[in-house]
């Protein structure tokens, strides 16, 4: 079964700590990116890599970094510098160059408790 | 500014009926348009991807248009079903790997 798979659903952090966001695809696709939804916002890009071992940052990188080790996996770490963490976060990826069509993931629901 | 705005931000309709939602955007380059659904807590589903040169596009009960000189979208929705319940996503893409600027949404609830 082809997709994009983000784990886990729902994910809660205190205050200080680092989280990772898992986010995997089995559809072969050079691009993968990172948003974040808040309500009432559309969403908001935060990293992208085109390729393996390249990534790029987004509109709103700071206080987020991302991996890009393997084709299919290219996960999001929160860190303690990110202020405002609580939100949406969404993986999608894309086939080929220019994001001609891009699939999401189901998305991860952090929470800072 | 490059900006996508939807409207309404959220409508209310009983099953059955039709209903049209906006997105106007002020986005250049255009490279393409998408409409997507959102359910709640999932992630979006493409529902059509639209081209300068395209003026509507159909996917089952879905039907977009656009106005490539007016900068204007619509969705139409042709005999509601309850499942149609969701957030639809206006996307205009500039072309290239971080060029995508989505709309906020509109919140849509079909009623019995």
């Known amino acids: 079964d082809g997709g994009i798979t983000q784990s886990p659903k729902y994910l809660f952090r205190k205050e200080g700590q680092n989280v990772t966001l898992s986010c995997e695809q089995n559809?072969?696709?050079?691009?993968m990116y990172w948003y974040r939804q808040d309500p009432g916002q559309g969403l908001r890009l935060i990293y992208y890599?085109?390729?393996?071992?390249?990534?790029q940052k987004g509109d709103i990188a700071e206080g987020y970094s991302v991996s890009r080790e393997k084709k299919e996996s290219f996960p999001l770490t929160v860190t303690s510098a990110q202020k405002n963490p609580t939100a949406f976060y969404l993986c999608?990826?894309?086939?080929?160059?220019?994001?001609?069509?891009?699939?999401f993931g189901q998305g991860t629901r952090l929470t800072v408790v | 500014k490059n900006q996508v705005e939807q409207s309404p931000q959220s409508l209310i309709i009983l099953e059955g009926k039709n209903c049209t939602l906006q997105?106007?955007?002020?986005?250049?380059?255009?490279?393409?348009l998408r409409w997507y659904k959102q359910d709640t807590g999932r992630g979006p589903v493409s529902l059509t991807i639209?081209?300068?040169?395209?003026n509507t596009k159909s996917n089952g009960r879905y039907t977009a248009t656009l106005d490539a000189d007016t900068k204007q979208s619509s969705l139409h929705i042709t005999a509601s079903q309850l499942s149609d319940s969701a957030s639809y996503i206006c996307?205009?893409?500039?072309?290239?790997?971080?060029?995508?600027?989505f709309g906020a949404g509109t919140r849509l609830a079909v009623h019995p």
């Open positions: 999608a990826s894309s086939p080929d160059r220019g994001h001609t069509e891009a699939f």
């Open positions: 559809l072969n696709h050079d691009a």
């Open positions: 890599s085109q390729i393996v071992n390249d990534f």
């Open positions: 997105c106007n955007y002020t986005v250049s380059p255009f490279s393409n």
């Open positions: 639209m081209t300068f040169s395209e």
């Open positions: 996307v205009v893409d500039r072309g290239g790997y971080n060029k995508l600027i």
